[in-house]
């Protein structure tokens, strides 16, 4: 069993009043809101003066152990994860800023001043009320008052600033069953300890900026678009404004989690999404939901070289109908993750091309027809010299059917026998589309302005050619 230890250190006034005085105004009076909230208040009220500041509740019973007010470290909070204090320090730090302060509360009050510190018998029946003597701009006020503005009351507590009511925020959802990291005091020892608790979500009042909140009161700012509050103690650092990162994100993987199917793809494509994606281990099934919603179907992620033979796949694979996904759109985090549920290009390509490989064939009359036409075309119109192939191919296993492709760096052309070209009549038009298509394609293999500007540009071309040499129509499609 440990020794117990009496008197072995003493705490410098000076040293306290110091490190007190550089927390902000607004941060100290929360300590004394968070207490009234402890004690089981309905009424609390703060009045910020120019010389004085009076902060009042109506808790059924004061301060319990009046050491409580003025021995540093003292807590009687450290065992219960859903009280909010457990340092011991928030109320002596309030009290070391002030040039003179006093506690009435039920059986005692302590008085601060020039003097030292003096106990006197108390008449108060119930609660506590602080009276402190401290000189504050108005600047010092109104930072104060913006601050404290952002609390949350518990439903059966008024919260009361300079005598107007702070109303709650508008709620948008509660998560009753969240597991996440706590801090618990046990056996004289502080441990951070994973526990379920519950989270609230809430609509930020006008003009206020977003804010993750333990238990109404306000921690930090963060990018997340809604006040959240958790209903225990969280990590906290030294100030008590703000979390580690760890638990931050693990807030908000659980938000993401619960609100994925609230959320529509601009609100996915937000940073904090982003940060859970990229940085926490987010289940496959999430994963799946997530990439579902933002990016087109039939997405594959792009290749993270430069090289020729990875941005050759990205190519083929825009020619196979994917969407590229382009890596330096995305974090590494955020690559490595989507990697998870998606083919890169390079595995789309191998694997459709095992799938469309097909088998060539040899071109009947009517089709080397069709393929001097299309040669025609793609030197007196598209100004390019291309070969033309012929291959057998079904339907993939989703039912799509590729009628064409093209092969940019053989500048080969090749055309699908199975699919419902006309063969025998190059200028039918869903015929004549697929030919301008693939030709377009010798251009960029992308379906991008380029592309379209150039398949524009070569219709054009074709058509005025067409009206103004009458006899070129039969001839192509007698060729």
């Known amino acids: 069993m440990r020794a117990r230890r009496e008197q072995w250190f003493e705490i410098s006034d000076e040293g306290l009043v110091r490190r007190a005085r550089e927390r902000p105004l607004g941060r100290l009076l929360l300590e004394a809101v968070q207490n009234a909230f402890d004690a089981g208040a309905s009424n609390v009220s703060l009045e910020l003066g120019a010389d004085e500041i009076v902060v009042l509740d109506d808790a059924p019973v004061g301060i319990s152990d009046e050491r409580l007010v003025y021995t540093v470290f003292l807590s009687d909070k450290t065992g219960d994860p859903t009280r909010r204090g457990r340092m011991g320090r928030g109320l002596k730090e309030l009290l070391a800023t002030c040039d003179h302060a006093r506690v009435e509360t039920t059986g005692a009050t302590i008085t601060f001043d020039a003097e030292g510190r003096r106990r006197a018998p108390s008449v108060r029946t119930e609660g506590t009320r602080l009276v402190l003597g401290r000189r504050t701009s108005e600047d010092d006020r109104g930072r104060a008052l913006e601050l404290l503005r952002l609390t949350i009351p ?29 801090v618990a005091v046990d056996a004289g020892i502080e441990r951070a300890v994973m ?3 519950s989270l609230v979500v809430y609509v930020p009042r006008k003009g206020e900026e977003p804010r993750l909140f333990e238990m109404g009161v306000p921690v930090q700012r963060w990018n997340v678009p809604w006040h959240v509050d958790v209903g225990q103690r969280i990590p906290l650092g030294d100030g008590r404004d703000q979390v580690p990162e760890r638990f931050a994100l693990a807030v ?22 982003n940060d859970v994606v990229a940085r926490w281990p ?59 549920v998606l083919e890169t290009s390079a595995d789309f390509v191998a694997r459709r091309a095992s799938e469309l490989r097909g088998v060539e064939v040899d071109a009947s009359p009517t089709q080397e027809r069709f393929a001097r036409a299309v040669r025609w075309i793609a030197k007196e119109i598209a100004g390019s010299q291309v070969r033309v192939r012929f291959y057998a191919a079904g339907p993939d296993a989703a039912g799509l059917l590729e009628e064409a492709r093209t092969d940019v760096t053989s500048r080969v052309v090749s055309f699908n026998v199975e699919g419902p070209l006309r063969f025998d009549d190059v200028l039918d038009a ?33 058509a005025r050619r067409l009206a103004d040499e009458p006899s070129l129509a039969p001839l192509l499609r007698r060729c």
């Open 154 to 182: 518990p439903r059966s507590v008024t919260l009361r600033l300079d005598g107007r009511v702070v109303r709650r925020p508008r709620p948008l959802l509660g998560l009753p069953s969240c597991e996440l990291e706590t």
């Open 195 to 197: 526990r379920p608790t």
């Open 252 to 273: 908000k993987a659980t938000l993401l989690e619960a609100l994925l199917h609230r959320l529509d793809r601009r609100d996915l494509r937000a940073d904090w999404v």
């Open 282 to 340: 987010v289940t496959t099934t999430l994963l799946d939901a997530y990439v579902s919603k933002v990016f087109p179907k039939g997405s594959v992620l792009g290749a993270t070289a430069s090289n020729l033979e990875s941005l050759a796949a990205d190519d083929r694979a825009r020619q196979l109908g994917a969407h590229i996904v382009e890596a330096a759109s995305l974090s590494h985090g955020a690559y490595v993750a989507l990697g998870r």
């Open 430 to 462: 869903h015929t004549l589309g697929i030919v301008l298509h693939e030709l377009a394609h010798l251009v960029t293999p992308e379906h991008d302005h380029r592309f379209v500007d150039r398949l524009q540009f070569l219709a054009g071309l074709l």
